[in-house]
């Protein structure tokens, strides 16, 4: 009953996104969170002032994903406004008017490289709306930049879900050092391998089966060009694959479209119209200012990163029955032992790829393109407004996840991966990344997943005799492809593009290549 209870929730809750008058994310969200609410009161019996710490959290969490989204539509607008998206879409056009060539440079190789940099759904945020500008349709757009957005994302915000995803088991002493490294190669190969059948079920929400088959070598290229180094690296760093990988591939992917190799040559619809050097630089500038701060903030060695996340306290004061309030010198607002629960939350404002780089990048471009105030109102207005549904369901979704997650190791979610595990014992080799993908699904990130299914994943392991290092690296691998299917994701996503009422019909797309990706894992993990 406690597993079946534990399940009901997010069966409830496909069901109600998926059917054929779907509730809008919005809606939904939040009835399965008052659910699970009623459920953790009631049947499981957890403490009534735990569960509202819970929310309170949750609510604070909610800062985090929806100022995301924020800065990400306040610099599309922009970008659209300002006529650079216009310089991009030309630029593009002149480099090939093929259009697999433009969704694999795009979709797959510059948002490979911005997983790398930042994660946090920057690189659908960023990519989608400039393959929009292209002409593509938004909804297939969504689709695309949630699949192909996939294989990085273990090595993701310079390797965040794996030296942070597993840092609990590594400060217990259940794993070493060298296990950390060892997920890491063992991730990177599955994905290598899964990468050259993904972007191909990606594309092909776009384009035709025929599109594909004619420009089959290019797609291959660009694919190699961004996963043959991200698996070399990976070899000996878990922090740099994605960044370097996808950058290497940008470069390799233009060229190759400049070149016509591997292309089917397509029908010159205009006649190319050369674009001054200076204009190019200025439409590219906040994309190239994004992409400089997101590295120079997220790369470890260099003294930002520490700066930002600087948690040495600065500011402390009492908010009565609702905890104790804390700001550090990083600038992280915290608000701690709410209700006198212990349970507590925060929010990186300057790490947190919001202010930093999205707002002040579009601040900085309003004076580079000199935008008018009148305009840089409208631009602000119309971008607060696009995210309201979006935070009534990011904060449905975010209950919903720190509910389930009341309890310990007595928890909904410990629950379903125990039941999982016990009912599959030496098989569950077959279906470990699926459990990465459900934590995925829950919480919208790889490294929660990690974090939140890492120690049922080893426990599992370790009593069925199977590899430590390969478990948990299918693991890290399910928290990839479970970006495919996250509510927050497609949320963002939808959001950002301006798409109403289609997140059901997104996840019932999305689900299949997911399902794929588990399946290739399961098969590359039997051989390893």
């Not at 994310?25 to 019996?45: D, E, N, T």
């Not at 922009?78 to 998206?85: D, F, I, N, R, T």
Request: glycine share 8%.
């Amino acid at each position: 009953m406690d597993l079946f209870l534990s399940i009901f929730p997010i069966v409830l809750l496909i069901y109600l996104m998926v059917k054929r008058n779907a509730f809008p994310s919005y809606v939904a969200l939040p009835l399965i969170a008052g659910i699970v609410y009623l459920l953790q009161l009631f049947y499981f019996k957890n403490e009534f002032i735990l569960l509202n710490a819970n929310i309170v959290s949750a609510i604070i969490s909610v800062f985090t994903p929806i100022s995301v989204i924020f800065g990400a539509v306040f610099f599309n607008r922009m970008m659209e406004s300002s006529g650079a998206m216009n310089t991009l879409r030309s630029w593009l056009g002149n480099i090939s008017e093929n259009p697999v060539a433009q969704l694999m440079i795009i979709g797959w190789a510059f948002a490979f490289m911005l997983e790398g940099a930042s994660g946090f759904g920057t690189p659908v945020a960023i990519a989608a709306p400039i393959l929009v500008g292209i002409g593509f349709k938004p909804m297939q757009v969504v689709m695309l930049a949630l699949v192909m957005n996939s294989v990085p994302v273990s090595f993701g915000a310079v390797g965040t879900p794996t030296w942070y995803g597993f840092k609990t088991l590594l400060d217990s002493g259940t794993i070493g050092g060298e296990d950390v490294s060892s997920i890491g190669k063992y991730s990177a190969l599955i994905h290598f391998v899964a990468a050259f059948v993904i972007p191909i079920l990606a594309l092909r929400f776009i384009v035709s089966w025929k599109e594909i088959k004619q420009n089959i070598l290019f797609i291959l290229l660009s694919v190699l060009s961004c996963t043959v180094p991200y698996l070399l690296i990976a070899q000996f760093n878990y922090e740099f694959p994605s960044l370097v990988g996808g950058a290497i591939g940008l470069f390799v992917s233009v060229l190759l479209a400049g070149k016509g190799i591997g292309l089917a040559k397509t029908e010159q619809k205009k006649e190319k119209q050369p674009i001054a050097a200076k204009t190019l630089i200025k439409a590219f500038t906040p994309t190239l200012l994004l992409i400089i701060i997101l590295v120079l903030t997220r790369v470890q060695q260099l003294p930002f990163k520490a700066m930002l996340n600087d948690s040495s306290e600065w500011l402390e004061f009492s908010l009565g029955e609702l905890g104790i309030f804390k700001v550090s010198r990083g600038l992280i607002f915290s608000v701690e032992n709410i209700f006198k629960t212990g349970v507590g939350d925060s929010y990186k404002l300057l790490y947190t790829p919001s202010l930093i780089p999205f707002v002040v990048t579009v601040v900085i471009s309003f004076f580079i393109f000199a935008l008018s105030w009148n305009k840089c109102k409208d631009i602000y207005l119309k971008s607060a407004f696009q995210v309201q549904k979006p935070f009534l369901a990011l904060v449905g979704a975010m209950i919903m996840v720190k509910l389930m997650m009341v309890g310990d190791n007595y928890s909904m979610t410990q629950t379903i991966g125990k039941g999982l595990a016990d009912a599959t014992q030496q098989h569950w080799v077959s279906f470990a990344s699926f459990l990465g993908a459900l934590g995925a699904f829950f919480s919208g990130s790889n490294t929660i997943s990690n974090v939140t299914f890492g120690a049922v994943q080893c426990s599992v392991a370790t009593a069925t005799g199977l590899s430590v290092p390969l478990i948990l690296a299918l693991q890290s691998v399910g928290g990839a492809m479970g970006n495919m299917v996250c509510i927050n994701n497609i949320i963002a996503g939808c959001s950002v593009l301006g798409i109403d009422k289609a997140e059901g019909t997104i996840l019932k797309k999305t689900v299949i290549p997911m399902l794929v990706y588990g399946l290739i894992a399961a098969i590359v993990a039997f051989f390893l």
